[in-house]
Structures are given as structure tokens and as C-alpha cells.
């Protein structure tokens, strides 16, 4: 039995949820609850908030969580970092009032800076050789300096309208975060398989989701040359077409050069172009 703790309900929680259950593991729905079994494969999904999550994996409370980056870093427990999972991406940014021109780094000495991750900020700032005053402070951080309580903050951004929208501005990144899954650094030989077979449907699912099946007709004289534009991930298959000198080709595309390669293929002669989704991929 494996143990996964993920966010009870926040940004990350649809996420790590859906995650799971497109790797197939079926859950008895957790809403509301502390804790539910998956009922097809041998895990317990624990439900909690999402700073506590990098402590009790540690603790072996849960083996593993899927928590931000900014999250797992600030903690500082000692957990494996197994899995960058690609959703809720953010940065960790110190933003100033926007009517303070800013020249560097330097603006931050002797300043106070509110934020919710103290660790992370005194960390870059003190790499940089800089000294400031750093106040840990849990949650809207971004009103901070609009009433008088710091003069800068450290906070987590992702379209950076909520900086906008308090009069503050943007002015350093100190790191980029996404979701990632963490494990304990010493599980059990039994559970570091299951964590295995876990890893390799994550993967399976990823993978398909950034390629797409192709199949096409084309006549025969052209095959050559549209086998050439699919950057299929071995060569396509080529099936005769009941119409005499015509065949379909079936490959797998890399969704990122889709339309590029689609305006080839009509160019090269190919029709009838279908594109579907796929569900799982193993290499
Ligand atoms: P909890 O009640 O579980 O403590 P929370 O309010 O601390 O929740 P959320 O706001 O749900 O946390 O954010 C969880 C994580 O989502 C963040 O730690 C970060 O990794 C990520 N995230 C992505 N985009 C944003 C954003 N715009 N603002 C805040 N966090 C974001
Ligand atoms: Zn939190």
C-alpha cells in the first residue's frame, strides 16, 4: 500500500486528482473526506493542506505528495523530488511598489520584505550578498506595502494581474515552480515498487498527451515524400486502400508540430487527414 497526499482543496487539487485517475487508478470520492482508497490499485489518498504536505511525507505519514515546488523548497524536508508533473506553473518573484524606480538588487537592503516563503527569499537575497528584513507573513502577502507593513514582498505569481491590480510590480524571479511529486528519501523495497508501477503510468499518460495518432491517405508515387515530414516515432505504417494506387498512413506526431506538419502533408499531396488523441503511451 502506497500512501499519496495531495491538496484538500486549492489550485492543486483538480490536478492531482485527475492526474491519478488517468492512470487509471479508481477513487472512492474524497470530498469532504481526510482520506479515501483507490479500489484497482494498492494506494490511500490523503487529503491535506498543501504546506503540511512536504512534512508528512518525511515523517512517513504519506509516502509520497504531489505539492508545488515552491512549497517542497521552502520546507526544506528531506524528500526525493521524483516527478516534475507540468501543471500549476508559477514563480516565486519579489515585487515593489510600481511607482518606485527600481535599479537592482541593491534597492533591497535594509528593506522589509513580507512573504509567505522566508526560507526561499532569504536564501537568493543572501547569495546576492544582500541584507534585508524579512517578515513571514501567511497569506495576502500582495497587500503588504499598500498598508504600510513592508515595503517589498516575495510572493508566488502566475499572470502577475493580482501584482497589478495592488499597485506592485515585478522586478526579480527567484525561481520557477510547477507541480512535482515527492517521495520519501527511504521507502520500503514494497513500496518503492508500487511506486514504480505508479511512475510508469504517469509517464505513459504524459507522453500521449503531448503526441497525437495521425492517418492520412495519399497515392502511392508520394509516400516516400510524406515519410519524410512525419517525424513519426518509428516509421509509419503504410496499409493498401481498397481505391487501386492509393494507401493510408498511420504515425504518431508531436502535438507541438501539428499544424506545421499538417500544411506539408496537404502540400505533398496527402488527404482524408484524421488527428486523434491517445490515451496511453508506452515506448
Ligand atoms: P492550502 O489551503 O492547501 O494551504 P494555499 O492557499 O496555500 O492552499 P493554493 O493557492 O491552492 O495554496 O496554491 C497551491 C500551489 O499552487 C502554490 O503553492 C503554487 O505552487 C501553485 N500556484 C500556481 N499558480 C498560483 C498562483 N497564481 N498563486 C498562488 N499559487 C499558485
Ligand atoms: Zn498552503
Redesign the pocket.
Known amino acids: 500500500m502506497l500512501r499519496i497526499a495531495i491538496?484538500?482543496?486549492?489550485?492543486?487539487s483538480q490536478e492531482s486528482l485527475d492526474l491519478i485517475m488517468e492512470c487509471n487508478i479508481k477513487v472512492n470520492n474524497g470530498k469532504g473526506k481526510l482520506k479515501s482508497n483507490a479500489v484497482n490499485f494498492p494506494m490511500e489518498i490523503l487529503y491535506?493542506?498543501?504546506?503540511d504536505i512536504p512534512g508528512y511525507v518525511a515523517d512517513h505519514v504519506a509516502d509520497i505528495g504531489i505539492?508545488?515546488?515552491?512549497?517542497v523548497l521552502e520546507k526544506g524536508k528531506n524528500n526525493r523530488v521524483v516527478m516534475q508533473l507540468g501543471f500549476?506553473?508559477?514563480r516565486l518573484c519579489l515585487a515593489i511598489p510600481k511607482e518606485i524606480d527600481y535599479d537592482g538588487l541593491e534597492f533591497f537592503s535594509g528593506k522589509n520584505i513580507a512573504t509567505s516563503y522566508p526560507n526561499l527569499t532569504e536564501g537568493y537575497l543572501k547569495e546576492k550578498g544582500i541584507k534585508a528584513d524579512i517578515h513571514e507573513i501567511s497569506?495576502s502577502v500582495e497587500i503588504a506595502p499598500g498598508i504600510g507593513l513592508a515595503d517589498a514582498i516575495c510572493d508566488?505569481?502566475?499572470?502577475g494581474s493580482?501584482l497589478i491590480s495592488n499597485g506592485l510590480k515585478e522586478v526579480e524571479t527567484i525561481m520557477s515552480?510547477?507541480?512535482v511529486l515527492i517521495a520519501n528519501a527511504d521507502l520500503p523495497a514494497e513500496k518503492e515498487m508500487i511506486l514504480e508501477q505508479f511512475l510508469f503510468r504517469i509517464n505513459a499518460v504524459q507522453k500521449a498527451k503531448s503526441f497525437k495518432y495521425i492517418l492520412l491517405n495519399a497515392p502511392n508515387d508520394k509516400i516516400d515524400q510524406i515519410i519524410d515530414i512525419l517525424p513519426g516515432m518509428k516509421s509509419p505504417t503504410v496499409v493498401p486502400l481498397a481505391m487501386e494506387g492509393w494507401s493510408s498512413l498511420h504515425s504518431v506526431i508531436n502535438e507541438e508540430k501539428f499544424w506545421e506538419i499538417i500544411d506539408h502533408l496537404k502540400q505533398a499531396g496527402a488527404q482524408g487527414i484524421l488527428v486523434v488523441p491517445i490515451e496511453k503511451m508506452i515506448l
Open positions: 491538496q484538500k482543496s486549492g489550485r492543486l491535506l493542506r498543501d504546506d505539492a508545488g515546488l515552491n512549497v500549476s506553473k508559477c497569506g508566488i505569481v502566475s499572470s493580482t515552480s510547477e507541480a
